[in-house]
């Protein structure tokens, strides 16, 4: 069978099965079981090559997410490994990413913090894309630490295992710029797909509370406290939390230029705001 004729089936079957992106899936783990050799040269794929491949498409339609079943993702410009324990990064969380990043860049040795790391998905980004940027990285989860920890050592970010809300008081009035990925979710809610529910652990999806906002404003409170004065805090939300993550962020007193920024879909998506003078 050629890779054509394998690929129209898989992905008719991941249809069925409710994959969002079951084309690109489909192609995505043919690869990965054919390896390096591109699939326009190759004229027929071997037995032991189908049988592999329909066995990834099995875990696929069960609606493992297709990055547990590579062990990697790519963020922006960074190759991260993966694995179940810790939350898979999301194309929306790359503009937050980016808008940090941005901002770092007309900054000489710029100090960053990344709160609630998971796989380390933006801490490694800072890293591949800040050169010079001294960075530190905090997780809760000794799961989603072990990921991160193999993302991060290889790069020279220094991962912290401890609570977001009270982690590196020694830092604190040092930082150039926080960002953040925490959990925002509400008690209660429950996500659409499968692939959140039943593989994201929900210790990186709930912020806490009916509002799902509790562990956001912790995050915002140790940005104040991290952050120097004129620094950057980045935090990504929920596309309905625009107005209340605004209002959280300037309830601590410590910010100025609060604003939200949207991501591709132009959804509200990250609060960012600067760090007024003490």
């Not at 062990?71 to 503009?95: D, N, W």
């Not at 295992?161 to 830092?171: F, K, Q, R, T």
């Not at 709930?206 to 799902?212: M, R, V």
Request: proline content about 8%; aromatic content about 4%; glycine content about 8%.
């Amino acid at each position: 069978m050629t890779p054509r004729e394998l690929i129209a089936l898989a992905t008719a079957r991941l249809a069925e099965h409710g994959v969002p992106s079951p084309a690109h899936d489909a192609r995505s783990l043919l690869r990965h079981v054919l390896g390096e050799r591109p699939l326009e040269l190759i004229d027929e794929v071997s037995d032991p090559d189908v049988d592999a491949y329909i066995a990834l498409l099995a875990r696929r339609a069960l609606r493992e997410p297709l990055q547990h079943i590579l062990g990697e993702a790519t963020f922006r410009y960074s190759q991260l490994v993966i694995a179940r324990g810790a939350f898979v990064p999301r194309p929306e969380t790359e503009i937050v990413a980016g808008a940090a990043i941005e901002w770092l860049a007309e900054r000489e040795v710029p100090r960053v913090v990344d709160l609630c790391t998971g796989s380390g998905a933006i801490a490694a980004a800072i890293a591949d894309e800040v050169p010079g940027a001294q960075t530190w990285a905090v997780e809760l989860s000794k799961e989603a630490a072990a990921v991160a920890q193999q993302n991060l050592e290889p790069r020279g970010v220094m991962l912290v295992l401890g609570d977001a809300a009270d982690a590196l008081p020694e830092l604190d009035g040092t930082i150039d710029a926080v960002i953040s990925n925490p959990p925002y979710i509400p008690d209660g809610a429950i996500p659409r797909d499968p692939e959140v529910t039943e593989w994201d652990p929900p210790a990186a999806l709930y912020g806490g509370g009916p509002d799902g906002e509790d562990i956001p404003r912790a995050v915002a409170a140790r940005a104040a406290a991290l952050l120097r004065d004129g620094g950057l805090f980045v935090m990504e939300h929920g596309d309905l939390q625009g107005e209340s993550m605004r209002a959280l962020v300037a309830a601590t007193g410590a910010f100025e230029a609060i604003e939200t920024g949207r991501d591709l879909t132009d959804r509200d998506r990250y609060v960012r705001a600067i760090r007024r003078r003490r």
